[in-house]
């Protein structure tokens, strides 16, 4: 079939048709006024030559005239991956000579370089994607523009926002006028501008049909003639919202916090991950007495924070208690909700709210007797803390006879959330109460940088352990050397695994650390043991460094001996203007500099479980895959424990299911930015915040490194494969400790999320490099290879 009717288009013929004609065909036969025409199929693009008399004669039977010729390639409005604009359109085409024309011109742009580059960036594979051709009817529009069923801006899906200007939708479409906006709630519209009253609540009407049939939220192209008549030129899946929070069925508003940059992550979670960090997260809240509902939206870890938002007692002190690992953004915004007239404090609002100030007694009591005792012996506890944490990695060993897929799988069930150890737990929150607290003690005696450079060259960071073991391997490398610079990454891995690479000490380094990587509480994302490929591409960026200076041993030792200078000077000066508060903030910070790198410790240790959890769960999905109920081992972290019991015990095949959550796995992997805090209609909240004052020229961040470096910017979203030359600014969305061992070389740190107190900062100044972090869309705004001043101190960031 070569060519067909729109209105014999159905649903699913986008193979034959492309995703604009199967959109227009779906909206003819719901009763939709959409302008009659035809397609030319994807068979006649295959085929390589038009049918031209064919064309001609569905263009004779729509009368001739004017005509509207659109592309409509197979990969064209999907979920995830609009095209808009990406293929040529040709308006007002007259006559069959400039119709043919027209639909080769739009043949041609199916391999354009802006539709190519789009389909790379989006990760389609060029030779699956077929172009198809629409031909309609062209309107002649007195007004025309776009319908979104939901604030395309705020993602809020409660309202509807219009763009109109007078004449061809074109001109708004392409930018080339100033749109009249408005924002629809349903409600009935004041006459102003281009379209009137009537007809805005006409496009109400319309969105709510088109967003029921298609099931999510349309952008919609549209016309109105000169008889006042509304016309659907296209309607496509609105690609760029976040998903909605899980449907709560109550009628006041709720809020979600993201928790997952406090690990590092904002990449979308395996379900398996999922389904073992909610409880995991949940557990570590309880035994600090609060009590948060975890939820899964786009693949992110949220807390629903409203009822400690509407309790009278949490809301006090809810601002100040995220200080430390959610940071400034989430601060903001969580300002602004509890200023929300919707979240004022109620009555009976105390439900997960109430114990969240108040800790259970055992509780209060273990804190003080474990932070007074870490504090009046800091040296002790550190000993005890490494002992728990070498008995919790010998726990986490499998038992011997683990031999059936259901053997393992009970292994795994009976992992729960890792029992709190005083011993562990409270040396990190003394550490961390020790370098938040003087900050408070000297205000007016010194200012935050000079604290954070104090904060430098801590000991005891099992993290910065880890990244300069990595750097004596590159430091030894000798006669390797050219190897590990010159072969790819991955090529080193696989040698590796084969046993063909020299050695190098990667195995005693692997015995160490191989339980780590990037997004390490994610169960489903391999360890360094399993694919060492990040780790080869860390030490090759590490035997970039030709500068001796630049060395990271001689740099952190650096950093150390400025941080105890200052140190000194600061007590000094503190205990002269402020005698009591300078002795006390002196303590303070001498026991910063011997626990708070201990920081890192409780998270290290809990890995060894997840990592054992890890390989018994690949050894079921080998057994799974040999059955035939997956493709492959690693598709078992696309279920959740549930879902693999039913396929060990009752061989439950889960491929169709594993297959749709990994295409949307991979989708929300190229997502860029994820909502710091989502209200339950999908607004996020950030988008409705003032605009908070920058100085001329620069990126407003926080402060959370002292320092200021200037050099070439380099933006990295993945650092397995990060290439990054000594000097050179890392920006970033954000990080882990699986990202730190880039930091030995780099100039400056800039990140999009974070605390003062989370990984990346923490290791920054552990290092002595600036850092700003909370910068907005900083890896969008930055390029790499501009050169950038970083102000550790101003918390800016100005591109030169």
């Excluded at 939901?150 to 939708?169: K, Y």
């Excluded at 200023?339 to 800790?359: I, L, M």
């Excluded at 801590?458 to 990244?467: F, K, L, Q, R, Y």
Aim: neutral net charge; charged residues 20%; glycine residues 10%.
């Amino acid at each position: 079939m070569r060519v067909i009717a729109l209105s014999e288009v159905t649903a699913d013929m986008v193979d034959l048709v492309g995703g604009k004609a199967a959109a227009l065909g779906e909206l003819i036969r719901r009763g939709e006024r959409v302008p009659p025409g035809f397609c030319v199929t994807t068979e006649a693009r295959r085929l390589g030559a038009l049918p031209q008399a064919e064309i001609i004669e569905a263009y004779e039977q729509l009368g001739g005239g004017p005509v509207a010729v659109r592309s409509s390639a197979t990969a064209e409005d999907l979920p995830d991956a609009s095209f808009a604009g990406q293929q040529d359109t040709v308006l007002d085409v007259t006559g069959a000579g400039e119709l043919i024309a027209a639909i080769e011109t739009c043949w041609r742009s199916l391999h354009s370089a802006r539709a190519t580059a789009y389909r790379e960036a989006h990760h389609i594979d060029h030779e699956t994607v077929r172009m198809a051709v629409v031909v309609q009817r062209m309107i002649t529009a007195e007004v025309a523009g776009v319908l979104f069923t939901a604030n395309p801006l705020t993602g809020c899906r409660t309202v509807m926002t219009v763009d109109a200007a007078p004449g061809p939708g074109t001109s708004v479409v392409d930018g080339a006028t100033v749109a009249q906006h408005y924002v629809l709630d349903g409600s009935e519209q004041d006459h102003a501008g281009c379209v009137t009253p009537a007809q805005l609540a006409e496009l109400w009407a319309v969105g709510e049909r088109l967003q029921g049939h298609f099931g999510r939220p349309q952008d919609v192209e549209w016309a109105i003639d000169q008889h006042g008549t509304v016309w659907l030129l296209q309607s496509r899946p609105i690609t760029t919202l976040f998903p909605l929070p899980p449907d709560t069925e109550k009628p006041l508003p709720r809020v979600y916090l993201e928790f997952g940059h406090v690990q590092g992550m904002l990449q979308p979670v395996t379900p398996m991950g999922m389904s073992t960090l909610k409880s995991l997260v949940a557990a570590m809240l309880a035994a600090l007495g609060i009590r948060v509902d975890i939820v899964d939206i786009g693949g992110r870890l949220y807390g629903d924070l409203t009822d400690l938002a509407r309790s009278r007692s949490a809301r006090k002190r809810l601002v100040k208690l995220m200080a430390v690992d959610f940071g400034p953004r989430a601060q903001a915004v969580m300002q602004h909700v509890l200023a929300d007239p919707r979240f004022a404090a109620r009555n009976g609002a105390t439900k997960h709210g109430g114990g969240a100030n108040v800790p259970p007694l055992r509780t209060a009591v273990h804190a003080v007797v474990g932070i007074v005792r870490t504090l009046a012996r800091p040296d002790a506890a550190r000993v005890r803390m490494f002992d728990a944490i070498e008995q919790l990695r010998l726990r986490s060993a499998a038992p011997e006879g683990l031999e059936t897929a259901a053997q393992r799988l009970r292994f795994v069930q009976a992992q729960g959330p890792l029992d709190s150890s005083d011993d562990i737990t409270w040396p990190i929150v003394t550490g961390m109460l020790a370098a938040a607290l003087p900050a408070h003690l000297l205000k007016g005696v010194a200012g935050p940088d000079e604290i954070h450079m104090v904060l430098g060259g801590m000991p005891h960071n099992v993290t910065i352990e880890m990244d300069l073991a990595l750097w004596r391997i590159a430091e030894h490398a000798g006669e390797h050397r050219r190897l590990l610079l010159d072969t790819p990454p991955d090529e080193l891995a696989a040698r590796y695994r084969r046993g063909t690479l020299p050695d190098i000490g990667l195995a005693v380094f692997l015995d160490s650390y191989g339980h780590r990587g990037v997004a390490e509480v994610d169960l489903g994302v391999p360890r360094w043991d399993e694919d060492p490929t990040p780790v080869f591409a860390m030490i090759a960026n590490y035997l970039r460094v030709t500068d001796p200076r630049q060395a990271p041993d001689r740099r952190f030792a650096r950093a150390a001996a400025t941080a105890e200078a200052t140190l000194h000077e600061l007590v000094a000066r503190a205990r002269r203007r402020r005698p009591v508060r300078g002795r006390i903030a002196g303590f303070l910070l001498r026991r910063a500099r011997s626990l708070a790198g201990l920081r890192e410790a409780g998270k290290f240790a809990g890995l060894y479980r997840l990592r054992e959890m890890r390989r018994q769960l690949l050894l079921i999905g080998a057994d799974l895959a040999g059955a035939g109920l997956l493709e492959q081992p690693g598709d078992i972290m696309f279920l959740t424990l549930a879902e693999a019991h039913t396929a060990v015990h009752q061989s439950a095949d889960h491929r169709e299911a594993v297959g749709s959550r990994k295409a949307v796995h991979q989708r929300e992997l190229r997502r860029r930015t994820v909502p710091v805090a989502l209200l339950s209609d999908g607004t996020d909240i950030e988008t409705v915040l003032p605009a908070a004052p920058t100085p001329d020229g620069a990126l407003r961040g926080v402060g959370a490194a002292a320092g200021r470096a200037t050099g070439p910017a380099r933006v990295i979203h993945d650092p397995a494969t990060a290439h990054i030359e000594p000097g050179e600014i890392l920006v970033v969305a954000t990080t882990d400790p699986g990202w730190t061992p880039l930091f030995l070389t780099a100039g400056a740190l800039v990140t999009e999320t974070g605390a003062v107190m989370a990984h990346g900062p923490t290791v920054a100044r552990e290092y002595g490099i600036p850092a700003v972090i909370c910068v907005p869309d900083a890896t969008r705004t930055i390029s790499t290879g501009q050169i950038i001043t970083v102000d550790g101190g101003a918390g800016t960031v100005t591109i030169t």
